[in-house]
T-cell receptor
């Protein structure tokens, strides 16, 4: 079945630094989603991407739909302590299908 | 954005009792709802997928007689953990996918279950 890989699995960064993480698939996807989960909460949708090459921002967050359609990237600029959490990517091959979720990237921000 | 609620947010119960968790899509109609389980510091584990008015599809290894799912309407799905045991203690999260168009998937805030 479809599998998503997220890299890195975890990262520790200094407050103020920029963050990059990615998600790769063995299949071609037509939709990518990025979520953030705070401790003890459900994941919250950050950005949705629907076209290859699409670049979408949400505040300090920017996500891109890879042109190969097998990957997606999430960047966080000027990290702050509240960026701590788990970031999940999700994707799917076709409309109407279920989304497949990645294992998550755990982000820690050091003051 | 679309809102998904869960109730209760946390529950403590005695071993052997049954617990029902409700998941509602508040401002959209959800053709499909999903139930996940998450252990501490681990990823989301999909338990089952339910479509309104039909039986849920369970993932391999998930006992359908233990985790009863009902999706009676386009805005409500329930998960009942029957005869709960301590090993069922976990964080349960529901998610809902909307009708046609640019579909996406929204999550509820989760329900923490502790079985004593």
């Amino acid at each position: 079945g479809q599998q998503l890989n997220q890299s890195p699995q975890s990262m520790f960064i200094q407050e103020g630094e920029d963050v990059s993480m990615n998600c790769t698939s063995s299949s071609i996807f037509n939709t990518w989603l990025w979520y953030k989960q705070d401790p003890g909460e459900g994941p919250v949708l950050l950005i949705a991407l629907y076209k290859a090459g699409e670049l979408t921002s949400n505040g300090r967050l920017t996500a891109q739909f890879g042109i190969t359609r097998k990957d997606s990237f999430l960047n966080i600029s000027a990290s702050i302590p509240s960026d701590v959490g788990i970031y999940f990517c999700a994707g799917r091959e076709n409309y109407g299908q279920n989304f497949v979720f990645g294992p998550g990237t755990r982000l820690s921000v050091l003051p | 954005g679309a809102v998904v609620s869960q109730h209760p947010s946390w529950v403590i119960c005695k071993s052997g009792t049954s617990v029902k968790i409700e998941c509602r899509s508040l401002d959209f109609q959800a053709t499909t709802m999903f139930w996940y389980r998450q252990f501490p510091k681990q990823s989301l584990m999909l338990m089952a997928t339910s479509n309104e008015g039909s039986k849920a599809t369970y993932e391999q290894g998930v006992e359908k007689d233990k985790f009863l799912i009902n999706h009676a309407s386009l805005t409500l799905s329930t998960l009942t953990v029957t005869s709960a045991h301590p090993e069922d203690s976990s964080f349960y999260i529901c998610s809902a996918r909307g009708l046609a168009g640019y579909e996406t998937q929204y999550f509820g805030p989760g329900t923490r279950l502790l079985v004593l």
